[in-house]
Protein backbone atom coordinates (compact mmCIF):
# COMPACT_ATOMS: atom_id res chain seq x y z
CA UNK A 1 0.00 0.00 0.00
CA UNK A 2 1.22 3.38 -0.98
CA UNK A 3 1.07 6.22 1.49
CA UNK A 4 0.99 9.60 -0.07
CA UNK A 5 3.34 11.45 0.79
CA UNK A 6 1.59 14.68 2.58
CA UNK A 7 2.14 18.26 1.11
CA UNK A 8 4.66 21.03 2.77
CA UNK A 9 3.09 23.79 4.82
CA UNK A 10 4.51 26.74 2.26
CA UNK A 11 7.23 27.41 -0.08
CA UNK A 12 10.56 26.15 0.61
CA UNK A 13 13.11 28.75 0.17
CA UNK A 14 17.28 28.45 0.19
CA UNK A 15 19.71 30.41 -0.56
CA UNK A 16 23.56 29.34 -2.00
CA UNK A 17 26.16 30.93 -2.37
CA UNK A 18 26.79 31.39 -6.01
CA UNK A 19 27.38 34.26 -7.85
CA UNK A 20 24.43 36.11 -9.86
CA UNK A 21 24.68 34.74 -13.17
CA UNK A 22 23.09 37.32 -15.64
CA UNK A 23 23.63 39.98 -17.99
CA UNK A 24 24.88 43.39 -16.63
CA UNK A 25 21.81 46.17 -16.02
CA UNK A 26 23.00 48.59 -17.66
CA UNK A 27 21.30 46.50 -20.90
CA UNK A 28 17.98 48.19 -19.72
CA UNK A 29 18.78 50.95 -21.71
CA UNK A 30 18.17 48.51 -25.06
CA UNK A 31 14.61 48.89 -23.99
CA UNK A 32 13.90 52.24 -22.19
CA UNK A 33 15.21 54.27 -24.96
CA UNK A 34 12.76 52.57 -26.96
CA UNK A 35 9.92 53.34 -24.57
CA UNK A 36 10.66 57.06 -23.87
CA UNK A 37 10.72 58.38 -26.91
CA UNK A 38 12.19 62.12 -26.21
CA UNK A 39 15.28 60.75 -23.86
CA UNK A 40 18.39 59.91 -24.40
CA UNK A 41 21.42 57.86 -22.46
CA UNK A 42 24.84 58.72 -21.61
CA UNK A 43 26.47 55.41 -20.00
CA UNK A 44 29.23 56.59 -17.63
CA UNK A 45 31.59 53.45 -17.50
CA UNK A 46 34.67 51.92 -19.58
CA UNK A 47 35.59 50.35 -22.63
CA UNK A 48 33.86 47.39 -21.74
CA UNK A 49 30.43 48.75 -20.81
CA UNK A 50 30.73 50.17 -24.21
CA UNK A 51 31.54 46.87 -25.75
CA UNK A 52 28.80 44.74 -23.74
CA UNK A 53 26.40 47.51 -25.29
CA UNK A 54 27.50 47.30 -28.55
CA UNK A 55 26.88 43.17 -28.96
CA UNK A 56 23.94 43.69 -26.44
CA UNK A 57 22.07 45.64 -28.83
CA UNK A 58 23.58 44.57 -32.28
CA UNK A 59 19.90 43.24 -33.07
CA UNK A 60 19.50 47.48 -33.11
CA UNK A 61 22.23 48.01 -35.87
CA UNK A 62 19.25 49.14 -38.34
CA UNK A 63 17.43 51.77 -35.40
CA UNK A 64 18.90 54.97 -34.70
CA UNK A 65 19.73 54.23 -31.03
CA UNK A 66 19.54 57.18 -28.55
CA UNK A 67 22.31 56.68 -26.30
CA UNK A 68 26.18 57.24 -25.88
CA UNK A 69 28.84 56.41 -23.99
CA UNK A 70 31.09 58.43 -21.51
CA UNK A 71 34.52 56.47 -21.54
CA UNK A 72 36.37 57.03 -18.10
CA UNK A 73 40.51 56.44 -19.32
CA UNK A 74 43.11 55.76 -17.30
CA UNK A 75 43.63 59.91 -16.18
CA UNK A 76 39.97 59.92 -14.61
CA UNK A 77 40.70 57.09 -12.48
CA UNK A 78 43.89 58.75 -11.31
CA UNK A 79 41.46 61.88 -11.01
CA UNK A 80 43.39 63.75 -12.97
CA UNK A 81 40.81 65.17 -15.17
CA UNK A 82 37.84 67.07 -14.69
CA UNK A 83 34.63 64.93 -14.27
CA UNK A 84 32.61 67.94 -14.72
CA UNK A 85 34.00 69.64 -17.66
CA UNK A 86 34.15 66.43 -19.45
CA UNK A 87 30.60 65.55 -19.12
CA UNK A 88 29.39 69.18 -19.74
CA UNK A 89 31.26 68.66 -23.15
CA UNK A 90 29.28 65.52 -23.76
CA UNK A 91 25.81 66.83 -23.03
CA UNK A 92 26.19 70.39 -25.09
CA UNK A 93 26.95 67.75 -27.68
CA UNK A 94 24.05 65.74 -27.29
CA UNK A 95 21.71 69.01 -26.77
CA UNK A 96 23.23 69.89 -29.98
CA UNK A 97 22.62 67.17 -31.83
CA UNK A 98 19.40 65.27 -30.19
CA UNK A 99 18.29 68.01 -28.31
CA UNK A 100 16.15 65.49 -26.25
CA UNK A 101 13.65 66.24 -23.19
CA UNK A 102 15.68 64.69 -21.02
CA UNK A 103 19.45 62.99 -20.42
CA UNK A 104 19.76 59.97 -18.19
CA UNK A 105 22.69 59.11 -17.05
CA UNK A 106 23.91 55.34 -16.25
CA UNK A 107 26.13 54.69 -13.49
CA UNK A 108 28.10 51.83 -14.05
CA UNK A 109 30.26 49.65 -11.74
CA UNK A 110 33.28 52.33 -12.40
CA UNK A 111 31.75 55.25 -11.21
CA UNK A 112 30.30 53.05 -7.97
CA UNK A 113 34.30 51.49 -7.65
CA UNK A 114 35.86 54.92 -7.57
CA UNK A 115 33.08 57.28 -6.06
CA UNK A 116 31.83 59.69 -8.71
CA UNK A 117 29.84 61.81 -7.52
CA UNK A 118 27.29 61.93 -10.52
CA UNK A 119 24.35 62.96 -8.08
CA UNK A 120 26.31 66.44 -7.53
CA UNK A 121 27.14 66.71 -10.39
CA UNK A 122 24.07 66.48 -12.21
CA UNK A 123 21.79 69.22 -10.59
CA UNK A 124 24.70 72.36 -11.43
CA UNK A 125 24.98 70.89 -15.36
CA UNK A 126 21.26 70.65 -15.62
CA UNK A 127 20.72 74.47 -14.75
CA UNK A 128 22.94 75.33 -16.90
CA UNK A 129 21.62 73.38 -19.98
CA UNK A 130 18.53 73.76 -19.02
CA UNK A 131 17.62 69.93 -19.60
CA UNK A 132 16.52 67.71 -16.88
CA UNK A 133 19.24 64.92 -15.94
CA UNK A 134 18.48 61.97 -14.63
CA UNK A 135 20.90 60.01 -12.61
CA UNK A 136 20.49 55.86 -12.14
CA UNK A 137 22.95 53.50 -10.83
CA UNK A 138 22.51 50.68 -13.12
CA UNK A 139 25.57 49.24 -12.87
CA UNK A 140 26.83 45.13 -12.47
CA UNK A 141 26.34 45.45 -8.65
CA UNK A 142 22.58 44.78 -8.71
CA UNK A 143 21.36 41.17 -8.55
CA UNK A 144 19.82 40.50 -12.30
CA UNK A 145 20.09 42.94 -15.74
CA UNK A 146 16.63 43.68 -15.41
CA UNK A 147 16.98 45.53 -12.53
CA UNK A 148 18.65 48.22 -14.29
CA UNK A 149 14.94 49.33 -15.26
CA UNK A 150 14.24 49.59 -11.90
CA UNK A 151 16.94 51.65 -10.67
CA UNK A 152 15.94 53.81 -13.82
CA UNK A 153 12.72 53.77 -12.70
CA UNK A 154 13.12 54.46 -9.44
CA UNK A 155 14.92 57.94 -10.35
CA UNK A 156 11.97 59.28 -12.52
CA UNK A 157 9.95 58.34 -9.62
CA UNK A 158 11.15 61.72 -8.17
CA UNK A 159 10.61 63.26 -11.23
CA UNK A 160 7.21 62.66 -11.28
CA UNK A 161 5.24 66.27 -10.87
CA UNK A 162 2.75 66.17 -7.59
CA UNK A 163 0.28 68.36 -9.02
CA UNK A 164 -1.64 68.81 -12.42
CA UNK A 165 -1.34 71.94 -14.46
CA UNK A 166 -4.67 73.63 -14.16
CA UNK A 167 -4.85 73.06 -18.60
CA UNK A 168 -4.42 69.90 -18.19
CA UNK A 169 -6.71 69.35 -15.96
CA UNK A 170 -9.38 70.88 -17.99
CA UNK A 171 -9.00 68.30 -20.35
CA UNK A 172 -8.25 65.27 -18.27
CA UNK A 173 -6.32 64.03 -21.59
CA UNK A 174 -2.85 64.90 -19.98
CA UNK A 175 -0.79 61.01 -21.15
CA UNK A 176 -0.49 59.70 -24.10
CA UNK A 177 -2.22 56.73 -23.91
CA UNK A 178 -6.15 58.59 -23.05
CA UNK A 179 -5.02 60.73 -25.96
CA UNK A 180 -4.81 57.66 -27.95
CA UNK A 181 -7.72 55.56 -26.46
CA UNK A 182 -9.78 59.28 -27.14
CA UNK A 183 -8.70 59.72 -31.14
CA UNK A 184 -11.37 60.43 -33.39
CA UNK A 185 -13.86 60.86 -30.46
CA UNK A 186 -16.29 63.56 -30.46
CA UNK A 187 -16.15 65.69 -27.07
CA UNK A 188 -19.81 64.23 -26.32
CA UNK A 189 -18.60 60.78 -26.59
CA UNK A 190 -15.55 61.18 -24.40
CA UNK A 191 -17.30 62.81 -21.76
CA UNK A 192 -20.23 59.84 -21.96
CA UNK A 193 -16.79 57.19 -21.50
CA UNK A 194 -15.87 59.04 -18.47
CA UNK A 195 -18.73 59.11 -16.97
CA UNK A 196 -18.61 55.18 -17.04
CA UNK A 197 -15.32 54.87 -15.08
CA UNK A 198 -16.29 54.13 -11.19
CA UNK A 199 -15.63 56.87 -8.77
CA UNK A 200 -11.90 55.73 -7.42
CA UNK A 201 -8.93 57.44 -6.18
CA UNK A 202 -6.15 57.41 -9.08
CA UNK A 203 -4.13 54.93 -10.00
CA UNK A 204 -1.07 54.69 -11.56
CA UNK A 205 0.76 51.80 -13.09
CA UNK A 206 4.54 51.60 -13.16
CA UNK A 207 7.35 49.19 -15.93
CA UNK A 208 8.38 49.81 -19.18
CA UNK A 209 6.27 48.04 -21.58
CA UNK A 210 5.45 48.08 -25.32
CA UNK A 211 2.41 50.26 -26.34
CA UNK A 212 0.08 47.72 -27.42
CA UNK A 213 0.52 46.02 -24.10
CA UNK A 214 -0.39 49.40 -22.17
CA UNK A 215 -3.19 49.59 -24.12
CA UNK A 216 -4.65 46.62 -23.72
CA UNK A 217 -3.76 47.03 -19.95
CA UNK A 218 -5.33 50.20 -19.57
CA UNK A 219 -8.61 48.66 -21.80
CA UNK A 220 -8.78 45.65 -19.66
CA UNK A 221 -9.09 47.68 -16.31
CA UNK A 222 -11.24 50.26 -18.42
CA UNK A 223 -13.67 47.58 -18.73
CA UNK A 224 -14.44 47.22 -14.76
CA UNK A 225 -14.30 51.13 -14.44
CA UNK A 226 -11.16 51.68 -13.18
CA UNK A 227 -9.38 54.49 -15.13
CA UNK A 228 -5.84 54.44 -15.62
CA UNK A 229 -4.52 58.32 -14.57
CA UNK A 230 -0.48 57.38 -16.13
CA UNK A 231 2.06 55.13 -16.85
CA UNK A 232 5.64 55.00 -15.19
CA UNK A 233 7.63 55.42 -18.03
CA UNK A 234 5.21 57.71 -19.71
CA UNK A 235 6.01 57.52 -23.40
CA UNK A 236 7.70 60.69 -23.32
CA UNK A 237 9.47 62.17 -20.20
CA UNK A 238 7.01 65.26 -20.82
CA UNK A 239 3.75 63.04 -20.09
CA UNK A 240 4.93 61.30 -17.05
CA UNK A 241 2.22 61.10 -14.45
CA UNK A 242 1.04 63.17 -11.58
CA UNK A 243 1.81 61.97 -8.17
CA UNK A 244 0.28 63.04 -5.21
CA UNK A 245 0.33 61.55 -1.68
CA UNK A 246 -2.55 59.18 -1.72
CA UNK A 247 -2.42 58.19 -4.78
CA UNK A 248 -2.59 54.25 -5.73
CA UNK A 249 0.19 52.31 -7.83
CA UNK A 250 0.24 49.19 -8.84
CA UNK A 251 3.29 47.03 -10.41
CA UNK A 252 3.44 45.14 -13.61
CA UNK A 253 6.78 43.54 -13.89
CA UNK A 254 8.32 41.10 -10.35
CA UNK A 255 11.98 43.17 -10.53
CA UNK A 256 10.53 46.82 -9.61
CA UNK A 257 10.78 46.51 -6.04
CA UNK A 258 12.55 49.48 -5.62
CA UNK A 259 10.68 51.64 -7.81
CA UNK A 260 7.67 50.83 -5.25
CA UNK A 261 9.90 51.16 -2.33
CA UNK A 262 10.18 55.08 -3.76
CA UNK A 263 6.59 55.38 -5.12
CA UNK A 264 5.56 54.41 -1.09
CA UNK A 265 8.59 56.32 0.91
CA UNK A 266 9.29 59.26 -1.41
CA UNK A 267 6.07 60.12 -3.11
CA UNK A 268 3.78 58.70 -0.10
CA UNK A 269 1.55 56.40 -2.56
CA UNK A 270 -0.12 53.35 -1.53
CA UNK A 271 0.64 50.13 -3.38
CA UNK A 272 -2.04 47.54 -4.38
CA UNK A 273 -0.11 44.38 -3.58
CA UNK A 274 -0.95 41.91 -6.44
CA UNK A 275 -0.21 39.38 -8.83
CA UNK A 276 1.74 39.88 -11.96
CA UNK A 277 -0.39 40.11 -15.05
CA UNK A 278 1.29 37.26 -16.91
CA UNK A 279 -0.88 34.35 -18.10
CA UNK A 280 -4.62 34.66 -18.02
CA UNK A 281 -4.33 33.76 -14.06
CA UNK A 282 -2.29 35.95 -13.45
CA UNK A 283 -4.13 38.68 -15.49
CA UNK A 284 -7.03 38.08 -13.70
CA UNK A 285 -5.58 38.05 -10.17
CA UNK A 286 -4.15 41.32 -10.82
CA UNK A 287 -7.28 42.91 -12.26
CA UNK A 288 -9.45 41.31 -8.91
CA UNK A 289 -6.75 42.79 -6.61
CA UNK A 290 -7.31 46.14 -8.20
CA UNK A 291 -10.88 45.80 -8.32
CA UNK A 292 -10.92 44.75 -4.50
CA UNK A 293 -9.05 47.72 -3.23
CA UNK A 294 -11.11 50.35 -5.17
CA UNK A 295 -15.03 48.41 -3.94
CA UNK A 296 -15.35 47.88 -7.30
CA UNK A 297 -17.33 43.98 -8.70
CA UNK A 298 -15.62 42.64 -11.22
CA UNK A 299 -17.01 41.24 -14.23
CA UNK A 300 -16.79 39.34 -17.07
CA UNK A 301 -13.80 38.05 -15.64
CA UNK A 302 -14.68 33.90 -15.89
CA UNK A 303 -15.81 34.30 -19.23
CA UNK A 304 -12.48 36.27 -20.60
CA UNK A 305 -10.00 33.79 -18.64
CA UNK A 306 -11.55 30.68 -20.11
CA UNK A 307 -11.90 32.01 -23.19
CA UNK A 308 -8.22 32.58 -23.17
CA UNK A 309 -7.46 29.14 -22.10
CA UNK A 310 -9.05 27.44 -24.65
CA UNK A 311 -7.75 29.35 -27.43
CA UNK A 312 -4.12 27.94 -26.01
CA UNK A 313 -5.94 24.28 -25.83
CA UNK A 314 -2.95 23.55 -28.99
CA UNK A 315 -0.60 24.49 -27.08
CA UNK A 316 -1.62 22.68 -23.73
CA UNK A 317 -1.47 19.60 -25.11
CA UNK A 318 1.94 19.50 -26.19
CA UNK A 319 2.90 21.16 -21.96
CA UNK A 320 0.73 19.17 -20.22
CA UNK A 321 2.58 16.83 -18.03
CA UNK A 322 5.73 18.06 -18.84
CA UNK A 323 8.35 19.76 -16.15
CA UNK A 324 10.33 22.92 -16.41
CA UNK A 325 13.48 23.90 -14.31
CA UNK A 326 14.65 27.49 -13.91
CA UNK A 327 18.46 28.18 -13.60
CA UNK A 328 17.42 32.12 -12.92
CA UNK A 329 18.44 35.15 -14.58
CA UNK A 330 15.69 37.91 -15.07
CA UNK A 331 13.63 37.61 -11.68
CA UNK A 332 10.48 36.35 -14.15
CA UNK A 333 10.83 32.97 -12.92
CA UNK A 334 7.91 32.76 -10.53
CA UNK A 335 5.51 34.29 -12.51
CA UNK A 336 6.36 32.24 -15.27
CA UNK A 337 6.19 29.36 -12.82
CA UNK A 338 3.09 29.65 -11.61
CA UNK A 339 1.86 30.01 -15.34
CA UNK A 340 2.97 27.16 -16.66
CA UNK A 341 2.15 25.05 -13.46
CA UNK A 342 -1.62 26.21 -14.35
CA UNK A 343 -1.13 25.02 -17.79
CA UNK A 344 -0.40 21.59 -16.14
CA UNK A 345 3.88 21.48 -15.82
CA UNK A 346 5.30 20.63 -12.69
CA UNK A 347 8.04 22.56 -11.85
CA UNK A 348 10.76 21.30 -8.86
CA UNK A 349 12.63 24.50 -8.58
CA UNK A 350 12.82 28.30 -9.46
CA UNK A 351 16.27 29.29 -9.46
CA UNK A 352 16.50 33.06 -8.74
CA UNK A 353 19.29 35.78 -8.62
CA UNK A 354 17.27 37.72 -5.81
CA UNK A 355 13.77 37.31 -4.19
CA UNK A 356 11.89 40.06 -2.59
CA UNK A 357 9.85 38.23 -0.83
CA UNK A 358 7.14 41.99 0.47
CA UNK A 359 6.84 42.98 -3.20
CA UNK A 360 6.48 39.35 -4.93
CA UNK A 361 4.53 38.41 -1.73
CA UNK A 362 0.77 38.04 -3.55
CA UNK A 363 2.57 36.20 -6.55
CA UNK A 364 4.30 33.72 -4.19
CA UNK A 365 1.23 33.16 -2.63
CA UNK A 366 -0.52 32.70 -5.96
CA UNK A 367 1.91 29.87 -6.95
CA UNK A 368 1.42 28.27 -3.58
CA UNK A 369 -2.62 28.43 -4.46
CA UNK A 370 -1.92 27.25 -7.93
CA UNK A 371 0.45 24.16 -6.81
CA UNK A 372 -2.34 23.50 -4.37
CA UNK A 373 -5.36 23.51 -7.14
CA UNK A 374 -3.20 20.99 -9.36
CA UNK A 375 -2.26 18.63 -7.35
CA UNK A 376 1.79 18.89 -7.72
CA UNK A 377 4.04 19.79 -5.52
CA UNK A 378 5.50 22.82 -4.63
CA UNK A 379 8.68 24.05 -6.31
CA UNK A 380 12.22 24.79 -4.00
CA UNK A 381 13.03 28.60 -4.79
CA UNK A 382 16.90 28.72 -5.00
CA UNK A 383 18.30 32.45 -4.60
CA UNK A 384 21.53 33.07 -5.50
CA UNK A 385 22.08 29.29 -7.29
CA UNK A 386 25.11 27.94 -7.29
CA UNK A 387 25.60 26.87 -10.88
CA UNK A 388 27.64 23.41 -10.44
CA UNK A 389 24.97 22.53 -8.14
CA UNK A 390 22.60 23.27 -10.20
CA UNK A 391 23.82 21.21 -13.35
CA UNK A 392 24.22 17.99 -10.71
CA UNK A 393 19.83 18.59 -9.89
CA UNK A 394 19.32 19.00 -13.40
CA UNK A 395 20.79 15.60 -13.97
CA UNK A 396 19.15 13.85 -11.51
CA UNK A 397 15.94 15.54 -11.81
CA UNK A 398 15.94 15.11 -16.25
CA UNK A 399 13.05 17.96 -16.56
CA UNK A 400 11.59 18.42 -20.02
CA UNK A 401 13.13 22.06 -20.45
CA UNK A 402 15.48 24.37 -18.85
CA UNK A 403 15.21 27.68 -18.77
CA UNK A 404 18.42 29.35 -18.61
CA UNK A 405 20.47 32.19 -19.47
CA UNK A 406 22.10 32.53 -22.72
CA UNK A 407 25.49 31.13 -20.96
CA UNK A 408 24.70 27.92 -20.23
CA UNK A 409 21.75 26.73 -22.93
CA UNK A 410 24.30 25.47 -25.49
CA UNK A 411 26.40 23.09 -22.97
CA UNK A 412 23.22 21.79 -21.75
CA UNK A 413 21.54 21.46 -25.36
CA UNK A 414 25.41 19.23 -26.17
CA UNK A 415 24.60 16.93 -22.96
CA UNK A 416 20.71 16.19 -24.90
CA UNK A 417 18.92 18.63 -21.98
CA UNK A 418 16.08 20.81 -23.99
CA UNK A 419 16.78 24.77 -23.01
CA UNK A 420 14.74 28.26 -23.71
CA UNK A 421 16.73 31.23 -23.36
CA UNK A 422 15.66 33.52 -20.12
CA UNK A 423 16.46 36.69 -21.78
CA UNK A 424 13.46 36.01 -24.68
CA UNK A 425 10.98 36.29 -22.21
CA UNK A 426 12.75 39.85 -20.67
CA UNK A 427 11.95 41.36 -24.42
CA UNK A 428 8.24 38.91 -25.25
CA UNK A 429 5.06 40.66 -25.35
CA UNK A 430 3.73 38.63 -22.84
CA UNK A 431 1.44 40.57 -20.08
CA UNK A 432 -2.14 40.67 -20.07
CA UNK A 433 -4.91 38.11 -21.96
CA UNK A 434 -4.09 38.41 -25.22
CA UNK A 435 -0.63 37.83 -25.07
CA UNK A 436 -0.55 34.48 -22.80
CA UNK A 437 -0.38 32.40 -25.85
CA UNK A 438 2.92 33.91 -26.98
CA UNK A 439 4.25 32.63 -23.93
CA UNK A 440 3.26 29.05 -24.55
CA UNK A 441 4.77 29.82 -28.16
CA UNK A 442 8.38 29.89 -26.68
CA UNK A 443 8.23 27.62 -24.27
CA UNK A 444 6.88 25.29 -26.62
CA UNK A 445 8.95 25.57 -29.17
CA UNK A 446 12.22 23.25 -28.04
CA UNK A 447 9.50 20.84 -27.66
CA UNK A 448 8.39 20.96 -30.78
CA UNK A 449 11.30 20.94 -32.64
CA UNK A 450 12.26 17.70 -30.77
CA UNK A 451 9.30 16.23 -32.10
CA UNK A 452 10.09 17.18 -35.32
CA UNK A 453 12.95 15.38 -35.17
CA UNK A 454 11.66 12.76 -33.50
CA UNK A 455 9.20 12.12 -36.66
CA UNK A 456 12.27 12.76 -38.97
CA UNK A 457 14.46 9.57 -36.75
CA UNK A 458 17.28 12.68 -36.28
CA UNK A 459 17.05 12.53 -32.70
CA UNK A 460 18.94 9.11 -32.56
CA UNK A 461 21.96 11.12 -34.44
CA UNK A 462 21.75 13.89 -32.26
CA UNK A 463 22.47 11.65 -28.99
CA UNK A 464 25.28 9.78 -30.91
CA UNK A 465 27.05 12.96 -31.82
CA UNK A 466 26.48 14.35 -27.67
CA UNK A 467 27.85 10.88 -26.76
CA UNK A 468 30.88 11.34 -28.89
Not at 36 to 57: H, R
Not at 71 to 76: C, I, N, V
Not at 87 to 106: A, E, F, G, H, M
Not at 250 to 264: C, E, H, K, Q
Request: hydrophobic share 40%; aromatic share 8%.
Amino acid sequence: MTVAQPQPEGLTFECETGNYHTFCPISCVAWLYQKIEDSFFLVIGTKTCGYFLQNAMGVMIFAEPRYAMAELEEGDISAKLNDYDELKRLCLQIKRDRNPSVIIWIGTCTTEIIKTDLEGLAPKLESELGIPIVVARANGLDYAFTQGEDTVLAAMAARCPDKAPVAETEKNERNAIQKLLNFGKQKEDVAQEESEYANHPPLVLFGSLPDPVVTNLTLELKKQGIKVSGWLPAKRYTELPVLEEGYYVAGVNPFLSRTATTLMRRRKCKLIGAPFPIGPDGTRAWIEKICSVFNIEPKGLDEREAQIWASMEDYLQIVRGKSVFFMGDNLLEVSLARFLIRCGMTCPEIGIPYMDKRYQDAELKLLEKTCHEMGVPLPTIVEKPDNYNQIQRIYELKPDLVITGMAHANPLEARGINTKWSVEFTFAQMHGFTNARDILELVTRPLRRNNSLKDLGWDKLVKEDAKV
